[in-house]
Nanobody, 120 residues
Framework: QVQLVESGGGLVQPGGSLRLSCAASGTIRSINAMGWYRQAPGKERELVAM???????NYAGSAKGRFTISRDNAKRTVDLQMNSLNPEDTAVYYCNARIVTTDYRLANYWGEGTLVTVSS
């Protein structure tokens, strides 16, 4: 099995910062892509930032200039540094990864999510 475990969510005031972390573990042969999505109340889940299979980064327009995604391939982790947060960033943030397992199966995996609340 594969597990994605997120950490770092919480309550922050507008203009503040948070750093989210996601660690992948389990029967992993390789990680093709890894990043973050979010889902705000009453809205669909949307991409925030992602390392693609080619190694490039892909940011949502709302994240560009404020959020930075980083990774540690050896540790199988991906972080999301979020700055200048505003109430519209309030959402459950989900780690996502496309992983090839040790039995050579490619599948899409999700973490359980971590809540980020931006409020004064």
């Amino acid at each position: 099995q594969v597990q994605l475990v997120e950490s770092g969510g919480g309550l922050v005031q507008p203009g503040g910062s948070l750093r989210l972390s996601c660690a992948a573990s389990g029967t992993i042969r390789s990680i093709n892509a890894m990043g973050w999505y979010r889902q705000a109340p009453g809205k669909e889940r949307e991409l925030v930032a992602m390392f693609t299979s080619s190694g490039s980064t892909n940011y949502a327009g709302s994240a560009k200039g404020r959020f930075t995604i980083s990774r540690d391939n050896a540790k199988r982790t991906v972080d999301l540094q979020m700055n200048s947060l505003n109430p519209e960033d309030t959402a459950v943030y989900y780690c996502n990864a496309r992983i090839v397992t040790t039995d050579y199966r490619l599948a899409n995996y999700w973490g359980e999510g971590t809540l980020v609340t931006v409020s004064s």
